[in-house]
């Protein structure tokens, strides 16, 4: 199912930091994110917008706008409009910094294998199905993406966990939707380059257009393997009993 994505304090102190995004990029969707909290007061098609945007269809807001149902006039939907708003204000945008990506720009997808082993180390595959800016999707409407595309996976440390890759049409990949599909050949997988990331339900963030593209790739974090085995347990009679490193 198509997700939207967002930056928090980590990638943008990276973003803005070491790959040099342009601090009105930030501005603009701080201002985007900001407004459409202070336009959800304003009417009840405006209060929906909001609130479409916060949820994953658990409750079909367009239905109760359709059916005249008021949110202002209701006493728990209008409670729930404003503990929406208060809980993106002080948490998400104030205390984590969680800036909404546009759906038509960048998803959170789950990573995948590439079972046919066409893509090539640097490439990945990713078929987007068409997703506004209101949360509506149409799920018959659907886009591979191609081009240079941004990468990256929370948490992210240090620069090398945001990559620049290609993304690539493959035909034989046109089944996977939603997904970030990438290679299984190359001396080392791309999800581990991505936060030491992997193929368990990891789920990944990728950028397609916008001002948040990055140019390139700085060196991956490196994961020492640590020590061979753990210390073993002394025999009683030497005396000396030392601590056992799980």
Known sequence: YPRSAMLNRQLIMILDDAHKI???EFYKTFQESVSLIAQACSSDSNAVTFLQTLSTNIIRWTKLEEASISIFGEPFLKMILQHSMI???KNDIKRKERLT???TVAR?????IDETRILQPGQIFFCATKMDDQKNVYVND???IT???TVFRNPAMQPGDVRVFDAVDVPSLHHI???VVFPTVGNRSHADELSGGDYDGDEYVIIWSGGFMIRHNFPP???PSGLASPARLRAPEEGVLLNIIS
């Not at 959170?108 to 995948?112: D, L, N, S, T």
């Open 87 to 89: 809980y993106r204000l």
């Open 142 to 144: 659907v886009t591979v």
């Open 22 to 24: 342009a601090p009105m």
């Open 101 to 103: 990506l546009s759906p």
């Open 108 to 112: 959170c997808a789950f990573g995948v």
């Open 221 to 223: 974090m490196d994961f």
């Open 177 to 179: 939707k939603d997904c």
């Open 147 to 149: 081009g240079r595309v």
